[in-house]
């Protein structure tokens, strides 16, 4: 299973990940996919960081989703340029909207 290619909507919006779901949390998230499919990301890995994740969580929740992209490195040239990266047709994902937990 992979996450569909990333691209851009006229407009630069990423284009959103159909089928797809993220479960957004202070130490990791959870991205599922169709069918059995999920991969869990890291979260904060010190506590310096948590003020920072709160911030992003926060902004996801207000947003209702977030951009997810996989990419082989940081260290690539375009790795924070979306323009650059849909592109250059090596970046994976898009939009992803939130699963809501319940309380």
């Given at each position: 299973m992979q996450l569909p290619s990333f691209r851009l909507l006229p407009g630069g919006r990423p284009s959103t990940c159909s089928?797809?779901?993220?479960?957004?949390?202070?130490?990791?998230?959870?991205?599922e996919g169709?069918?059995?499919?999920?991969?869990?990301?890291?979260?904060?890995?010190?506590?310096?960081?948590?003020?920072?994740?709160?911030?992003?969580?926060?902004?996801?929740?207000?947003a209702g989703?977030?951009?997810v992209v996989v990419i082989h490195s940081l260290d690539t040239p375009y790795?924070?340029?979306?323009?650059?990266?849909?592109?250059?047709?090596?970046?994976r994902g898009g939009y992803m909207p939130v699963i809501r937990r319940s309380r």
């Amino acid at each position: 299973m992979q996450l569909p290619s990333f691209r851009l909507l006229p407009g630069g919006r990423p284009s959103t990940c159909s089928g797809w779901e993220l479960i957004p949390g202070v130490t990791f998230s959870m991205v599922e996919g169709p069918g059995r499919f999920r991969l869990m990301v890291e979260g904060i890995t010190h506590r310096d960081e948590v003020d920072e994740r709160f911030a992003w969580l926060s902004a996801v929740d207000r947003a209702g989703g977030a951009v997810v992209v996989v990419i082989h490195s940081l260290d690539t040239p375009y790795a924070y340029e979306w323009g650059a990266l849909a592109e250059s047709g090596r970046a994976r994902g898009g939009y992803m909207p939130v699963i809501r937990r319940s309380r």
